[in-house]
């Protein structure tokens, strides 16, 4: 079974991914992310998160990440998926669409081709989406003493609002496979909830 898990810069998906996993049990779970999870990947990851990386036009930056995805999945994903292992994933193709997509005024249609091409037409059998406000994402990670990851945190509200009013729109696309969570939640709340979702839909 293949978990993806999407949200804003913030939103506490990569904490919920971890915690999920240790209510899992790690046996025959593989935990990987995007980008930078196979050997090209982190070198592209040094790329695309760099905040020295200015000026890196919308389909360069596109690209890079396809490439990420296209070894990711050829190296990490479908290999973990043939040794008969959960995967969860930390971004994938969504997070495509809403950033270069509605964030960055790419042609949807054209991406999800590209998405298709570089994933093998791999898709999550579920996604867990982490929506909230770009105001308590930021108030989060500066409580933290953190910063939105790299090269993004430059950018101003308006364009995390543009991907996060993405990700919804691709949640009512989609609804079948992505489900929303409500990340002003308690972790221990979204984790139960995210638990009963996954359970419910694993092959008996």
């Known amino acids: 079974m293949f978990v993806t898990f999407e949200g804003i810069d913030g939103s506490g998906k990569t904490t919920l991914l971890q915690a999920l996993a240790e209510t899992m049990g790690k046996a025959h779970l593989c935990l990987t992310r995007e980008p930078g999870d196979s050997a090209l990947g982190k070198r592209l990851r040094e790329i695309v998160l760099d905040a020295k990386t200015k000026g890196l036009d919308a389909r360069a930056e596109l690209f890079l990440f396809l490439a990420d995805r296209a070894q990711h999945v050829a190296q990490v994903i479908r290999p973990a998926l043939e040794r008969g292992e959960m995967v969860f994933c930390d971004r994938y193709c969504d997070s495509t669409l809403a950033y270069q997509g509605a964030a960055r005024g790419l ?98």
């Open 107 to 204: 042609s949807q249609d054209c991406i999800m081709d590209l998405n298709a091409l570089a994933s093998f037409g791999l898709e999550p059998d579920l996604t867990f989406l982490l929506d909230l406000p770009v105001s308590v994402a930021k108030s989060r990670m500066q409580q933290r003493n953190e910063a939105f990851e790299g090269r993004f945190d430059s950018y101003d509200g308006s364009f995390h609002e543009a991907v996060r009013a993405g990700f919804l729109e691709l949640a009512t696309r989609y609804a079948e496979r992505i489900y929303v969570l409500d990340a002003t939640r308690s972790l221990k709340e979204l984790v139960s909830e995210a638990h009963k979702q996954l359970l419910a839909r694993m092959p008996q």
